[in-house]
Structures are given as structure tokens and as C-alpha cells.
């Protein structure tokens, strides 16, 4: 008897994989590290669950980039399908950081006594919205555009000029952590100092890891474009990326008005 199947559907069934259960494990030894952490234990548990996941990530994409690439899995109906699949979680992180502004403008429109009746509260002194937050403002919008410099030359055809684009992307990404790391380290209150201090780095934060997550996307994207993976017109990984960025724009446009401009005043 006969039991090779071959389906006759343009759909792509994954086969079994580890990745998932591994990603779930490296995740949650993160969290419990971090959690010891800050009950003041060491970072190696933390530590050691980062390493574990990026070794995940490389290895998951890896098989993604293979059937993507090599085996054909990724038809237009795969891909119409992934499309759409990142569409909505892009919609659950709007919803993610919707949550973030909600608990801000809660407090900031109706300041309690505990905070002074008054916004920013009394004793914090708020961060200057036209220092680093302009800057960082123009960097992210520069990196916007050089991104869709880039996409713009691989449709063309123009390989060097994409990846040259996406090389200053990239950089722009890392200058833009860079300057947060350093705005952090001379912020003059702490995460601790009332809801001031929580909601703004709360948000600020994991607006900072979206752009490291953003980051390693992008340089993925850049290693696949230097060998040759990404067609005019198949390179749904690099669309996703593109789409990730500059939602991650957008968010800090948002940030920057509403906590660093109007909620600093």
C-alpha cells in the first residue's frame, strides 16, 4: 500500500518542529530570571533564557528562511496568508500600547492629592522634549524614509542601492538606542517616582525594545538581501519588516506629543 500523500493545495502544512516548545521554554525562563532579578538575585537566569531564545530565533528562522526560499512553501496564497496574520498582530501591539496611553492620560487628567494635584508631579522634573526626544524623533523619521528608499531600489531591481538604504537604516535604529540607553542614565527620577516615573518608562521602554526587535529584523532583511533571497516581486519578510518599522514610528510620534511634549509641560 501506498502511504505517500501528496496534497494537491497551494497551502503550506508545517511539519513538526521544536522551535515553538523552545521559543515557550527561553520565554518563560526570562521572565522568572527577570522577576528574581529584581528581587536581587543574579541576571544569570535571565541571562541564560535570552541566550536560549536567541539561539531559538536563529535556528527558527533559519527553517522559515528555507522553505521561503529553497523548498517553494511560500506561495501566494501562503503569503497572502501571512500578510494578514501580520496584520493583526501588528493590531494587537497598537492594542498593547493603546493600554500604556489609557493608564498615562488617566493619571495626567486628573492628577490625585497623593501626586500633588498636578502634572507633571510635584517634585519630578520632566525631561526636556527638545533635546534628545527631537532627536530621536528626527532619527526614527530618517530611518522611515531610508527604509522606503530601500524597498523602492529592490522593486527596481537595484540590490546595492537597497542594501546600502537598509544598511543606514539599521544604523539609524542602533544610533536611536544608543541615545535612549543614554537618556535613561541621566533621566532625573527613576521607574520608582509615582505614576510619573512608571507609565513613562513602561512606555518609553517597550517602545525602546520594539526598536532593538525592529533592529534584528532589519538586519536579518539585510543579511537575506545580500544573498540574493528577495525577488522584485516575493519578499514578504522584508514587506513584514517594513511594516513593523514604521509602526514602531508611529508609536513614537505618539510618544513624543503625548508624554514627552504635553505631558512634560
Known amino acids: 500500500m501506498n502511504t505517500h500523500i501528496t496534497h494537491q493545495h497551494p497551502y503550506h502544512m508545517v511539519d513538526r518542529s521544536p522551535w515553538p516548545l523552545g521559543a515557550a521554554i ?32 536563529i535556528l527558527w528562522w533559519r527553517d522559515v528562511v528555507r522553505e521561503a526560499t529553497y523548498l517553494g512553501m511560500h506561495t501566494s496564497y501562503v503569503v497572502r496568508g501571512l500578510k494578514i496574520g501580520f496584520i493583526l498582530f501588528i493590531v494587537s501591539e497598537i492594542m498593547f500600547f493603546f493600554s500604556f496611553f489609557w493608564a498615562f492620560f488617566h493619571s495626567a487628567l486628573s492628577p490625585t492629592a497623593e501626586i500633588g494635584m498636578s502634572w507633571p508631579p510635584t517634585g519630578i522634573t520632566p525631561i526636556h522634549p527638545w533635546g534628545v526626544p527631537l532627536l530621536n524623533t528626527a532619527i526614527l523619521l530618517s530611518s522611515g524614509a531610508s527604509l522606503t528608499w530601500a524597498h523602492h531600489k529592490l522593486r527596481e531591481g537595484q540590490g546595492t542601492e537597497a542594501w546600502n538604504a537598509l544598511t543606514i537604516t539599521i544604523l539609524l535604529g542602533v544610533w536611536f538606542t544608543g541615545l535612549q540607553m543614554f537618556e535613561y542614565y541621566e533621566a532625573p527620577f527613576t521607574i520608582a517616582d509615582s505614576v510619573y516615573g512608571s507609565t513613562f518608562f513602561v512606555a518609553t521602554g517597550f517602545h525602546g525594545l520594539h526598536v532593538i526587535i525592529g533592529t534584528s529584523f532589519l538586519f536579518i532583511c539585510l543579511i537575506r538581501l545580500s544573498r540574493a533571497h528577495f525577488s522584485l516581486d516575493h519578499h514578504v519578510g522584508f514587506e513584514c519588516a517594513i511594516w513593523y518599522w514604521h509602526f514602531v514610528d508611529v508609536v513614537w510620534i505618539f510618544l513624543f506629543i503625548c508624554i514627552y511634549w504635553w505631558g512634560g509641560a
Open 26 to 57: 527561553g520565554a518563560f525562563t526570562i521572565t522568572t530570571g527577570l522577576v528574581c532579578w529584581f528581587q536581587g538575585d543574579s541576571f544569570f537566569t535571565a541571562g541564560f533564557g535570552l541566550a536560549l531564545t536567541t539561539f531559538i530565533m
